[in-house]
């Protein structure tokens, strides 16, 4: 391993032996990979009290430097946290392999037989902050898809980390996991993400799982390939239609659940025709949610904050929301695009018609009728885990699993023949 303070060629080392491990790995069976990735939860598992023990120590730390609630929800792991982190692994382990899956296929008119196939993108770097179990939810989706990872977490995590990447590494090379494949960069030196980000020819992709100003940075700066996701400006909005229970179930959850979340709502948007804004926003206030309306609101409920134009462009992760009357389901249109940040955005309503308009032109990751935000989320939609949720529209959107962790190439098989 080079030295620490040599950090470019710290990268460079760990750089070339991911590659040689991501062709090992590109190699492996799938009951190989299946059986190596169930042996990293049964360490995990084991390794509980450890883990657990170095997680406090990250906690206080963040509390005596002033982390906000939010992040240190993010931050804290407890026996059912740890518990989830397991169950995703063994999820993982337990999904249909993409490596080698047949997209398409074609005989050309001369009788060659094109065909593309599913392969890893080879060595990615993920840059993260704040939630631990990024460690293992990337390490768990990179090597099932078939690729090496290298992990660089944020200082208010790094005891947590350190204990849950040992413990998938143990379990993972016991059962015959290349070393290698999953990688935790051994320093919180911010040189590190810079030189992760010039590692073009180590690194095959850079994912950024963070706050806004760690994504500006790797998308201004990386010259390596980025798959990124900003802000979870997320909206629910409220059509006249909406059933009142259903409304108010649909919006505390979203919000109040957990705050911290990129899948949590930052924005109400309640239609001018509902009759029922006073209770939808009790609602809110009731489970513990400082609101802040717009004049329209606040005419309806009295002695609420005012919302500043700022407000509309906030990921609070906090319990806090904003909350405005629109036109209709096209006015909520036009606020989320002109405030959404592609993430996820949903709608409450019985009109069926006005629902599937809002599907069909709200441009956004992830759209969602009659169902919570929270439900952004990779393990939920039955990927095992998620390595972040993608709000571009290159290679992959919405939450990125082992299929957004591949790409492909055509493979030609022919009898002779030339163009000549």
């Known amino acids: 391993m080079a030295d620490h303070h040599d950090i470019p060629a710290l990268i460079a080392d760990m750089g070339q032996r991911a590659r040689t491990a991501a062709r090992t790995l590109a190699q492996m069976p799938t009951e190989a990979k299946a059986k190596a990735l169930r042996a990293a939860a049964a360490a995990i ?3 509980t009290p450890a883990i657990l023990e170095a997680n406090a120590q990250d906690v206080a730390a963040g509390a005596a430097n002033g982390l906000s609630p939010a992040m240190l929800d993010r931050l804290r792991l407890d026996d059912g946290r740890i518990a989830g982190i397991v169950a995703g692994v063994d999820a993982v382990a337990g999904l249909p392999d993409p490596v080698g899956e047949r997209i398409d296929e074609r005989t050309r008119p001369n009788g060659l037989k094109l065909s593309r196939i599913r392969v890893p993108v080879g060595v990615i770097g993920i840059v993260y902050e704040s939630r631990p179990n990024v460690t293992v939810d990337a390490a768990a989706l990179c090597a099932m898809a078939g690729n090496a990872a290298i992990l660089r977490g944020g200082s208010e995590a790094v005891h947590s980390n350190h204990a849950l990447h040992g413990a998938f590494v143990r379990g993972w090379t016991a059962a015959g996991g290349p070393a290698d494949a999953v990688q935790l960069v051994p320093t919180t030196d911010r040189a590190a993400v810079g030189a992760m980000l010039a590692a073009a020819g180590l690194i095959d992709l850079l994912i950024p799982r963070g706050g806004k100003s760690l994504v500006a940075r790797v998308q201004a700066e990386a010259k390596v ?6 802000d979870g400006i997320n909206h629910v909005y409220v059509d006249g239609s909406a059933d009142p229970m259903t409304a108010a179930r649909i919006v505390r959850d979203a919000k109040m659940r957990r705050t911290g979340i990129c899948g949590a709502m930052e924005t109400l948007l309640i239609d001018r025709a509902y009759r029922h804004t006073a209770d939808l926003v009790a609602a809110l206030v009731a489970a513990g949610c400082t609101v802040r309306g717009d004049e329209a609101v606040r005419r309806i409920v009295p002695g609420l904050e005012a919302a500043t134009a700022e ?7 906090d319990a806090i929301a904003s909350v405005a009357l629109v036109d209709g389901v096209e006015g909520a249109m036009a606020h989320i695009a002109a405030h959404g940040s592609h ?4 709608i409450v309503a019985e009109d069926a018609a006005v629902a599937e308009r809002f599907l069909a032109q709200v441009d956004s990751a992830i759209v969602l009728w009659n169902a919570s935000t929270q439900f952004a989320d990779g393990g939920e939609f039955g990927l095992g885990a998620e390595i972040g949720i993608a709000t571009g529209r290159l290679h992959a959107r919405g ?4 299929e957004g962790l591949t790409t492909y190439k055509w493979v030609g098989r022919g009898t002779g023949q030339i163009r000549g």
């Open 45 to 47: 598992r084991d390794a």
């Open 311 to 317: 407000d509309w462009d906030i990921e609070y992760l």
């Open 399 to 402: 939450p990125v699993a082992l």
């Open 225 to 230: 390939p980025v798959l990124a996701h900003l």
């Open 343 to 346: 993430h996820t955005d949903a």
